[in-house]
């Protein structure tokens, strides 16, 4: 039987911390998108909710993780999945931004919400699918680790100071 490494654990495993995430904003996102039946405070509070855990993550990402990605990139492709990530974001944030325009139950509010889920979905699953995977294989296992436990260390830094700001 392998020796494991005792310093490596899911709970800071890079892949794991952002996965999780994005669990967490699917679930809001779906929440959020089919609370037609919710009322307007409901819904207003999903969207900040929403705008919360995503500003957080995308902090993260844009601070830590692609940076390294970008550095470690090897080819057109590394370059390319970073490039259409980062703009994903901005488009993300631009929909976020239409979103808490409209009035929580109208039928834009709903669209809107749609709009951003499927947005979010599609970014998601590349960067599972493709993103991730890729920086697996292109930083070691000391990187891997420091990478997870700066994620760790950021998030408990930008949980409480986003939640103020929101309020």
């Known amino acids: 039987m ?4 005792p310093r490596k654990s899911k709970s800071n495993d890079v892949i794991s ?3 999780e995430d994005h669990k967490k904003v699917k679930a809001l996102l779906e929440d959020m998108s089919t609370g037609e039946d ?3 405070e409901e819904l207003r509070e999903l969207c900040e909710q929403v705008e919360h855990e995503l500003k957080v993550h995308t902090e993260i990402e844009e601070k830590l993780v692609y940076p390294i990605f970008q ?3 090897e080819d057109t492709e590394d370059h390319e999945l970073f490039i259409e990530a980062a703009e994903e974001h901005q488009i993300v944030d631009l929909v976020i931004e239409h979103l808490k325009k409209a009035d929580p139950g109208s039928p834009s509010f709903h669209a809107r919400a749609r ?3 499927d947005l979010v979905r599609h970014h998601i699953k590349e960067e599972e699918k493709e993103m991730l995977p ?4 292109l930083v070691d296992e ?3 680790e420091e990478i997870g436990a700066r994620m760790l260390q950021m998030k408990e830094q ?3 100071a986003m939640a103020i700001h929101r309020h």
């Open 38 to 40: 919710s009322n307007a």
């Open 158 to 160: 930008l949980q409480p």
């Open 17 to 19: 911390l952002l996965k």
């Open 134 to 137: 890729r920086l697996r294989k």
């Open 71 to 73: 550095s470690q990139a």
């Open 142 to 144: 000391q990187q891997f």
């Open 2 to 5: 392998p020796a494991r490494n």
């Open 115 to 117: 709009v951003l889920e």
